[in-house]
Nanobody, 118 residues
Framework: QVQLVESGGGLVQAGGSLRLSCAAS????????MGWYRQAPGKQRDLVAR???????NYADSVKGRFTISRDNAKNTVYLQMNSLKPEDTAVYYC????????????WGQGIQVTVSS
């Protein structure tokens, strides 16, 4: 079992930056790919970014070039650096950890609000 706790987030003006953190605890050796999703009111929960155990990253087209996902295994923490923020980035952001063995249910954080004002 893995627990994920997000921190950061809040209110920022358009064009500003914010960094989200996700600290993992528990059976951290079961963690494989980690990522961030977001969900705005009335919309589905969509993948924002993910990073594999080997360090390979993927990003949604809407955030590519603006957001950077990284992980610090020594601190068991994943980060999402968000630059050039836009009002459409406003959403609840969720950290997720895909776990081994294959088919095991992923672990989700509680979600954290990010609001970008125009």
């Amino acid at each position: 079992q893995v627990q994920l706790v997000e921190s950061g987030g809040g209110l920022v003006q358009a064009g500003g930056s914010l960094r989200l953190s996700c600290a993992a605890s528990g059976n951290i050796f079961s963690i494989n790919t980690m990522g961030w999703y977001r969900q705005a009111p009335g919309k589905q929960r969509d993948l924002v970014a993910r990073i594999t155990s080997g360090g390979t990253t993927n990003y949604a087209d809407s955030v590519k070039g603006r957001f950077t996902i990284s992980r610090d295994n020594a601190k068991n923490t994943v980060y999402l650096q968000m630059n050039s923020l836009k009002p459409e980035d406003t959403a609840v952001y969720y950290c997720v950890a895909n776990l081994l063995p294959f088919g095991m249910s992923p672990s989700w954080g509680q979600g954290i609000q990010v609001t970008v004002s125009s």
